[in-house]
């Protein structure tokens, strides 16, 4: 049995919604079905969510709705239509714009999301009236029904444990359930939607609690590559990969999805195989916990990611401090601050923070009470960083993983701001300076993909 999520490209028109019904039909064991809002059709044509925002702002401020809502509903009637689906699509779906518009309370904590979820939710009940239009045994289900409880975080939920053995209940369902993805409900009944990658957590969540033997997450790619497509042309397919490699890539820049998307169905240790849907024969990337018997190479992938910062913290005798690091760590807590590495030599510290958590007052603050209650010899912030990650399960077995990179690194002069490497030498993360990230991830690719 399987759990297979479409994102938004796949359903985006009527053409790419006809290749969703063939995929699922074509295996009887795909009976779950998540479905996110429709995306782009062009690269100038606008995401369903994007205009969402625009209606809940336009009702926000007052403004004029009714084209917005004629726009929005027409993505939905231009599908219905070429599939033969009942004109009361487009009566019911402005209506129930139209009830959120009507009840709409600016004090409400969780009033955009409802706005955000109708994409999904509309969208769900419109794949699912074109199953039954085709003959399949298919029915929408909304995730209240299904069993998705969620924490009381607006735009920001989290699944509830108690979730998994409510969805279980639907195992055996004898229709493939359309199920629309980003959102759950709170304890309390309100509609609450996930976080960036709403749907892939959607999908996840599904998997794990249905205890499926795959999770297909479908899109506009064939697969993970190696490496960015926009720094590497052709970049090799990762075909296998494990759980930790994908979250290592994911949090280091890859973009496929949301690097905690995919944590239930990890958790639940369900492989899960990235596809696409215009391109349905092409193996994927399989990713499971481990692999025995498939040829893997040492490093799977490169990523890099930008809007990063250093701060360098220089004391002399600073390893025989007694409780210095805590200290530090307890400045950056207290200024609600997360911290991404922390490398150390004998008398100095560096650690590498995200640029986007900090305003001029919070740096200037976190500067001043650095100095004050460390008294360092020196300190620096470098803004204008990037880190790029060398990934791979085999590394650990791969004698001179690190001197083939720094040395690849040192070719093309690109310059170490630091070098951390986690003691299950799974990963090498290296910060650098963001005009030179292009060149760095290209030089490890062609070391160790060439």
């Not at 706005?115 to 769900?124: P, V």
């Not at 995730?143 to 279980?168: C, F, H, M, W």
């Not at 951390?420 to 650098?432: L, P, T, V, Y």
């Amino acid at each position: 049995m399987k759990v297979i999520k479409f994102g938004g490209s796949s359903v985006a028109s009527a053409e790419q919604l006809k290749k969703v019904l063939q995929i699922v039909t074509d295996d009887s064991e795909r009976r779950f079905v998540v479905v996110s809002a429709p995306g782009k059709r062009t690269n100038k044509d606008k995401k369903v969510t994007d205009l969402l925002i625009q209606f809940y702002n336009a009702v926000l401020y007052k403004h004029e709705t009714e084209t917005l809502i004629r726009e929005i509903v027409a993505r939905y009637t231009e599908i219905a239509t070429e599939f033969h689906v009942d004109d009361d699509i487009e009566k019911k779906f402005t209506a129930e714009l139209q009830h959120l518009q009507e009840n709409f309370d600016e004090t409400d904590p969780y009033a955009l999301d409802s706005f955000l979820a109708s994409g999904e939710n509309l969208n769900a009940q419109l794949v699912a009236a074109c199953f039954q239009k085709g003959g399949t045994k298919a029915r929408y289900i909304n995730p209240k029904e299904l069993g998705i409880t969620v924490s009381n975080e607006p735009q920001n939920a989290r699944i509830l444990d108690e979730s998994y053995e409510k969805i279980y209940q639907w195992h055996d369902s004898s229709e493939i359930l359309i199920i629309p993805g980003f959102f759950g409900y709170t304890k309390d009944g309100h509609l609450c939607t996930f976080s960036r990658g709403g749907s892939d957590i959607t999908g996840s969540i599904v998997a794990a609690g249905l205890k499926v033997d795959l999770y297909e997450n479908f899109t506009d790619v064939d697969g993970i590559f190696a490496a960015s497509p926009k720094y590497i042309h052709d970049p090799e397919l990762i075909e296998y990969a494990t759980y930790r490699e994908i979250r290592e890539l994911t949090y280091a820049g890859f973009t496929v999805f949301h690097d905690e998307a995919l944590m239930p169905a990890f958790k639940a240790q369900i492989p899960v195989i990235i596809k696409n849907t215009n391109n349905p024969e092409c193996q994927g990337t399989l990713i499971k916990k481990s692999f025995e018997d498939e040829t893997r190479n040492e490093v799977v992938g490169v990523a890099s990611d930008g809007g990063f910062c250093g701060i360098t913290i220089g004391k002399y005798l600073l390893n025989r401090e007694v409780g210095i690091v805590r200290r530090i760590l307890q400045i950056i807590e207290d200024l609600n601050i997360g911290f991404e590495h922390m490398p150390s030599g004998i008398d100095d510290i560096s650690i590498i923070l995200r640029e986007r958590q900090l305003t001029r007052d919070i740096e200037a603050e976190l500067m001043k009470q650095i100095e004050e209650q460390i008294q360092p010899d020196q300190l620096s912030i470098e803004h204008g960083l990037s880190v790029v990650a060398l990934v791979g399960e085999g590394m650990r077995e791969r004698p001179g993983t690190t001197s083939d990179s720094t040395a690849a690194l040192a070719r093309k002069n690109v310059n170490l701001r630091m070098i951390s490497q986690g003691a299950d030498e799974r990963s090498i993360i290296f910060a650098i300076r963001s005009e030179q990230e292009r060149l760095a991830v290209r030089s490890l690719y062609y070391t160790f993909f060439d």
